[in-house]
């Protein structure tokens, strides 16, 4: 795909979903952006008007709630009459490594109900448009922890395992329709994603990288440029992307 477009990008207020949002502007598409931060996107705006992006809106946006989801795209729709031409289906998070017993209810609801119910909620808002349009390329943003699993981190596996599900299914329920659909596996990316994991201590969370080369957001980004520009008959399916150090969920290099 070399024209431009509109690419509409959920949890674009930091780490991988920022990356991609400066990543299509860039290439000089328009972007719609959301997260619950909104302070944050519109820190956002300026640069991504500045590097390439002919339009930039940005809107609040909460996938856990369904009521969040049909507003915001109901705003797209309408700051974007045409339709959008990407969706990064980015919006997720974890929280704590407790085990299954030790897990709150609290965290448990807010990693479902984000990572799975969410993601699909995006789909269900964005999809019918897509396929009315026949156009259309949908990024879901799995994890290695949709198809490893690792102690301290059932519920988020459970949640990016399910993702990979909808993924998959999704598939072959488009196949006959040019959409496309691509999930994109990262392993460790060094983002905020440490530091929400472990409820904003960025002690715990530096440990996480340290003495290793994480992925950067930038990384996830590039790859998901490159697949959005393949040409129309080319899906890429699944992009597994792990930083040289990290051969597993469970064995990492550190220096
Ligand atoms: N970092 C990694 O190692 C890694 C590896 C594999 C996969 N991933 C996946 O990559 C995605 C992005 O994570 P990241 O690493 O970029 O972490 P991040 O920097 O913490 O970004 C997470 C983004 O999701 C948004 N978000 C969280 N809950 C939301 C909600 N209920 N509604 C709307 N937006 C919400 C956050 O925005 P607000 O707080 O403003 O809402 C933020 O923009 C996630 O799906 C994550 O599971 C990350």
Not at 103 to 128: C, M, Y
């Amino acid at each position: 795909m070399t024209r431009t477009g509109v690419a509409c990008i959920t949890g674009a207020s930091s780490g991988i979903g920022a990356a991609t949002a400066e990543e299509f502007a860039r290439q000089g598409w328009s972007l719609a952006i959301g997260a619950r931060r909104t302070t944050a996107m519109q820190a956002m705006t300026a640069n991504l008007l500045q590097i390439g992006a002919p339009k930039v809106f940005h809107h609040q946006l909460d996938v856990s709630s369904r009521k969040s989801v049909k507003e915001f795209a109901a705003s797209v729709a309408t700051e974007f009459p045409m339709g959008i031409d990407v969706l990064v289906n980015n919006a997720g998070l974890a929280l704590g490594t407790a085990r299954l017993t030790q897990a709150t209810d609290e965290e448990i609801d807010q990693v479902l109900d984000t990572n799975v119910k969410g993601a699909i909620s995006i789909l269900r808002a964005f999809l019918p448009g897509m396929l009315e349009r026949n156009r259309g390329h949908i990024f879901n943003m799995g994890s290695v922890a949709g198809f490893w699993v690792y102690e301290g981190g059932s519920i988020y596996a459970a949640s990016k395992h399910a993702l990979n599900a909808v993924t998959k299914t999704l598939r072959l329920e488009l196949n006959g329709t040019p959409l496309r659909i691509t999930s994109i596996d990262p392993g460790m990316v060094e983002t905020s994603f440490s530091e929400v994991r472990f409820g904003g201590d960025k002690e715990k969370a530096a440990a996480v990288y340290k003495g290793m080369t994480p992925l950067t957001a930038k990384d996830i980004a590039d790859c998901i440029w490159f697949a959005a520009s393949r040409p129309a008959h080319v899906n890429i399916d699944q992009m597994v992307l792990m930083p040289v150090d990290q051969a597993s969920v469970f064995k990492v290099h550190r220096r």
